[in-house]
């Protein structure tokens, strides 16, 4: 992945919902240390995670989960 080729996120640079994807399926490698050996694609991580958009959109698929309502 080459985010940082065209901009910070993949597609023109804009935020996406592709950006929601790719970031929810990295996010599981971030515990078993891959990402570490990557860091473009930590850094890409990190920068969807920090999108208000993607706290959003997992705090609503945290709920739905959970059957709690989105705290806030």
Known sequence: MTADAQGPFVGAGAFSAGDLMMVSVLLR??????LDEYPN??????????????????AAQLA????????G
């Open 41 to 58: 694609l930590a850094a890409y991580v990190a920068r969807g995670e920090a999108r208000p958009a993607y706290k959003r959109a997992f």
């Open 64 to 71: 739905i989960n959970t059957g709690k309502p989105p705290a």
């Open 29 to 34: 490698l971030k515990s078993s240390g891959i």
